[in-house]
């Protein structure tokens, strides 16, 4: 709290705190069992395909589990008194301004003002949010398919790989837009970005902040920090 | 630069909740989509969508074995008048039967109009003369850890074969070959791959993916009764 700067008022060296350590926390543990059920979900997709057959029931298990504790890592960070920042920025994936809902629908040539996320990182994140949902119950339908009619589990097959692929496609996304926006992908391990940065890619967010600085908030006023 | 905010809606919470009634409504008619679109681009982009037409590998062991044309044995022992051991080529020098049927797994997945070509297990148990006191089959693979289980009447019915081709090629390894069990009117599971052995026996043994759970009769209608009227099946 000693080191609380006003944006406008300091240097361009400073920082401002995007993701918080519960938020990294998050991000990282979902990314990690995404990986871990891409990777078991090839073998298992594509069957013998590499010629070799894979102690198959060892990788359904590690792909059921990491299935199972997928939303784990986001429920933690959401509830709890560590969430506060994790669940404003939910708040900011679910309000929408009419510039947003335009950029999304011009495909991003329509001018805005961008929050702490433009609208294609909103997107993403509520792709990834409900892909989640959609997984865990088409993937729980087939683990546990003596409750379902054959046509249903034709469809939780139909869906659960569908959408699989589509999640794939997102993430590979994610990761190009990432590795091409290296500010940002710093952010999610160091938690802050440069302030130059966040007027040029979040200034409504910036602004938001300084309203809240110059408002004495004591919520905002802490993420700021050298 | 305004600095008020503007009015927001909750675009978030209907993207959200749409997208996963869309996957509700996948999960409702995906069974169908699949089979229009696999009717439709024929099998060809079928196999290549995502959930389309196509088998899964399934192995218990983490291997196939590799049983050569050569090397293959069937034996036949058990409540039997004739133990037997048959050759590859005894198996072909039989009267065959072929058809198409679709396959279909316990789990979802199917692949359809899937040919098969082999030899009636009826004819087989005619020729090695089952006892009178049998009353089941107990079938044991190549992998030394799947078995499967038929009673005698189920091993009797028509499009029950001990199968040496499917795709209009012999069996692949990958798909049990060179010999596998096809019981054409039952989920997947019970077409036991790598076909080794059938011992006559006098009680249902149930066998490997039963004692995981799965029901002794699968039968593709959904019921598991010893018995299945459905004309529909077979």
């Given at each position: 709290?000693s080191?609380?700067?006003n944006?406008m008022s300091?240097g361009s060296?400073?920082?401002?705190l995007?993701f918080?350590?519960?938020?990294?926390?998050?991000?990282?543990?979902n990314a990690?069992?995404?990986?871990?059920?891409?990777?078991?979900?090839?073998?298992?997709?594509?069957?013998?395909f590499?010629?070799i057959?894979?102690?198959?029931?060892?990788?359904?298990?590690?792909?059921?589990?990491?299935?199972?504790?997928?939303p784990i890592p986001?429920?933690v960070?959401?509830?709890?008194?560590?969430?506060?920042?994790?669940?404003?920025?939910i708040?900011?994936?679910?309000?929408w301004t009419?510039?947003e809902?335009?950029w999304i629908?011009?495909?991003g040539?329509?001018?805005?003002?961008?929050?702490?996320f433009?609208?294609?990182?909103?997107?993403?994140a509520?792709?990834?949010a409900?892909s989640?949902?959609?997984m865990l119950?088409?993937?729980?339908m087939?683990q546990w398919f003596r409750f379902f009619?054959?046509?249903?589990?034709?469809?939780?097959?139909?869906?659960?790989?569908s959408?699989a692929l589509?999640?794939?496609m997102?993430?590979?996304?994610h990761?190009?837009?990432?590795?091409?926006h290296?500010?940002?992908l710093r952010?999610?391990?160091?938690?802050?970005v440069g302030?130059r940065?966040?007027r040029?890619h979040?200034p409504?967010?910036?602004?938001?902040?300084d309203?809240?600085g110059a408002a004495?908030?004591?919520d905002?006023?802490s993420?700021?920090?050298r | 630069?305004?600095?008020l905010?503007?009015?927001?809606?909750?675009?978030?919470r209907r993207?959200?909740i749409g997208?996963?009634a869309?996957g509700?409504?996948?999960v409702a008619i995906?069974?169908e989509v699949?089979?229009?679109?696999?009717n439709?681009?024929?099998?060809?982009l079928g196999?290549?969508?995502?959930?389309?037409?196509?088998?899964?590998f399934y192995?218990?062991t983490?291997s196939n074995p590799?049983?050569s044309?050569?090397?293959?044995r069937?034996?036949?022992?058990?409540?039997?008048e004739?133990p037997?051991?048959f050759?590859l080529?005894?198996?072909?020098?039989m009267p065959?039967?072929t058809f198409?049927?679709?396959?279909q797994?316990v789990?979802g997945?199917k692949?359809?109009?899937v040919?098969?070509?082999g030899?009636?297990l009826s004819?087989?148990?005619?020729?090695?003369?089952?006892?009178?006191e049998a009353v089941a089959?107990?079938?044991?693979?190549y992998d030394?850890?799947?078995?499967e289980?038929?009673?005698?009447?189920?091993a009797?019915?028509?499009?029950?074969?001990?199968a040496?081709?499917?795709?209009?090629a012999p069996?692949?390894?990958e798909?049990?070959?060179p010999?596998?069990l096809?019981?054409?009117?039952?989920?997947?599971y019970?077409?036991l791959?790598?076909?080794?052995a059938?011992?006559?026996?006098?009680q249902?043994?149930?066998?490997?993916?039963?004692q995981?759970?799965?029901?002794?009769n699968?039968?593709?209608?959904g019921?598991?009764g010893?018995?299945?009227p459905?004309?529909?099946?077979t």
């Open positions: 709290m080191t609380v700067t944006a300091t060296a400073n920082r401002v995007r918080d350590q519960v938020q990294r926390f998050a991000h990282w543990a990690a069992l995404f990986t871990v059920l891409i990777l078991t979900a090839i073998p298992l997709y594509f069957g013998s590499f010629g057959v894979l102690a198959r029931h060892t990788v359904e298990q590690v792909h059921l589990w990491s299935g199972l504790s997928l986001l429920l960070s959401y509830v709890g008194p560590w969430g506060r920042r994790m669940r404003r920025d708040r900011r994936f679910n309000y009419r510039d809902v335009r629908r011009t495909l040539k329509s001018g805005l003002q961008a929050d702490k433009n609208p294609g990182q909103k997107l993403n509520l792709f990834i409900a989640i949902v959609v119950l088409t993937g729980s087939l009619s054959v046509s249903q589990r034709e469809g939780a097959t139909f869906v659960h790989d959408l589509a999640v794939v997102v993430i590979v996304g990761l190009a837009m990432a590795f091409t290296v500010d940002a952010s999610m391990f160091t938690g802050t302030e940065w966040a040029i979040a409504a967010w910036l602004a938001e902040l309203r809240e004495g908030s004591d905002d006023s993420t700021r920090e | 630069m305004s600095t905010p503007e009015p927001k809606k909750p675009v978030g993207v959200f997208m996963v869309v509700a409504l996948g995906g069974g699949q089979n229009f679109l696999g439709a681009f024929g099998s060809g196999g290549i969508l995502p959930g389309g037409d196509r088998f899964r192995s218990i983490g590799k049983v044309r050569r090397k293959y069937l034996e036949v022992s058990g409540l039997v004739r037997m051991t050759t080529d005894d198996l072909e020098a065959s039967t198409k049927k679709t396959f797994c789990t997945w692949v359809p109009d040919e098969w070509r030899v009636q004819h087989i148990l005619n020729l090695v003369g089952v006892q009178p089959l107990s079938f044991e693979s030394k850890a799947d078995t289980s038929l009673t005698i009447d189920q009797h019915l028509p499009d029950v074969i001990v040496y081709q499917m795709l209009g069996v692949t390894t798909h049990g070959g010999v596998r096809y019981v054409a009117p039952m989920f997947g019970k077409s791959k790598w076909l080794s059938i011992r006559v026996v006098n249902v043994i149930p066998g490997y993916w039963e995981n759970g799965y029901p002794t699968g039968w593709l209608d019921t598991t010893p018995t299945n459905n004309p529909n099946l």
